[in-house]
C-alpha cells in the first residue's frame, strides 16, 4: 500500500471517529436508561434481574445460558473436524493443521514438563478446560442476545463471568489434581492434596475477578452514551482476549503444576 493511501485511509478513520463523537455529544441526555450504572455493575455479578428462563422450567443465569451455548458449539466443532479434517492430516501440515496440532501440542507439552510421570489424563483435560475457558471468554465477543423473564434484550455474557461457573472450574480442577494424587501416591497422595485445601478457591476467584473485571469495565464504558462509540471496540476486545489468554495459561498452568507435585 502506498504512503499516499495510507494517508487517506487515517483521514478517512479520524473523519468517522469526530462524526461519531459529535453525534454522542448531541445524544448526551436525549436518551432513556431503564437501569442505573449501580443496577447495572450489580447485576453483572449476581444475576438478581436479568434472568432467562431455561425451557420454561426455571429462572437461571444467563451465564448458564452461555454455558450450554459454547459447550454445544465446541462439540459440534469437535466432531466436525474429527470426521472431515483429521483424517486428511498431511506430513507437511497446512495452516488450518498447524493451527490444531499447536494448540493441543501447548498444552500436551504443559502437561508433560509438569508431570513427566502421569500425564496422559492431564493432558487431555488440561486441553479441554483451556479452550472451553479460552472460546467461553471470547464467546462474549459476538453479542449474541437473550431475552430476560421481563421481555428485554440482553448479550449473553461469558460462561465464567458468573461465580458459580468459575467455581464449578476451580472444584472441577481440584479433583482432577486429587485423582493424579490418588493414581500416584495413594494415601499419601491425598494427604498431600488435602493439604492444600484452599487451591479451588483461589482458582474459583482468581478466574471469576479476572473476567468479572473486564466485564464491569465494558458495562462502565457502554452505559454512558458519550463513551459508547468506537472504544468499547477497542476496550471490549483487548479486555476480552487478555483475559482470555491470561486465564486460561493461568488456570492449565496450576492445575499441571500441582497435579505434578500429588503424584510425583
Not at 478466574?207 to 457502554?222: I, P
Amino acid at each position: 500500500m502506498s504512503k499516499k493511501k495510507k494517508i487517506i485511509m487515517l483521514i478517512f478513520f479520524l473523519v468517522w471517529i469526530l462524526i461519531f463523537l459529535v453525534g454522542s455529544l448531541l445524544l448526551q441526555g436525549k436518551y432513556e436508561k431503564h437501569e442505573t450504572i449501580q443496577i447495572a455493575m450489580r447485576d453483572a455479578v449476581l444475576h438478581e434481574y436479568n434472568q432467562i428462563s431455561l425451557f420454561g422450567v426455571i429462572d437461571v443465569n444467563p451465564a448458564l445460558i452461555s454455558a450450554f451455548t459454547v459447550t454445544g458449539i465446541l462439540l459440534v466443532l469437535a466432531l466436525i473436524l474429527r470426521i472431515f479434517v483429521i483424517p486428511r492430516f498431511k506430513m507437511m501440515p497446512g495452516k488450518l493443521q498447524l493451527l490444531i496440532e499447536e494448540w493441543v501440542g501447548f498444552f500436551d507439552r504443559l502437561a508433560k514438563s509438569n508431570s513427566p510421570h502421569r500425564n496422559g489424563f492431564l493432558g487431555a483435560y488440561l486441553f479441554t478446560a483451556g479452550t472451553f475457558i479460552f472460546v467461553g471468554t471470547c464467546f462474549e465477543l459476538f453479542g449474541i442476545q437473550g431475552i430476560t423473564t421481563e421481555g428485554e434484550s440482553i448479550a449473553l455474557p461469558a460462561p465464567l463471568a458468573d461465580i458459580n461457573g468459575a467455581i464449578m472450574m476451580g472444584c472441577l480442577s481440584y479433583l482432577v489434581i486429587l485423582s493424579g494424587g490418588i493414581a500416584g501416591n495413594r494415601l499419601k497422595g491425598v494427604g498431600k492434596t488435602l493439604k492444600d485445601f484452599s487451591l479451588p478457591i483461589s482458582m474459583s476467584f482468581r478466574l471469576f475477578g479476572a473476567l468479572l473485571s473486564g466485564a464491569l469495565v465494558t458495562e462502565l464504558v457502554y452505559y454512558y452514551i458519550s463513551l459508547s462509540f468506537v472504544l468499547p471496540v477497542v476496550v471490549g476486545i483487548l479486555f476480552t482476549l487478555l483475559h482470555a489468554l491470561i486465564q486460561t495459561y493461568v488456570l492449565t498452568m496450576l492445575t499441571s503444576v500441582f497435579y505434578g507435585e500429588v503424584s510425583e
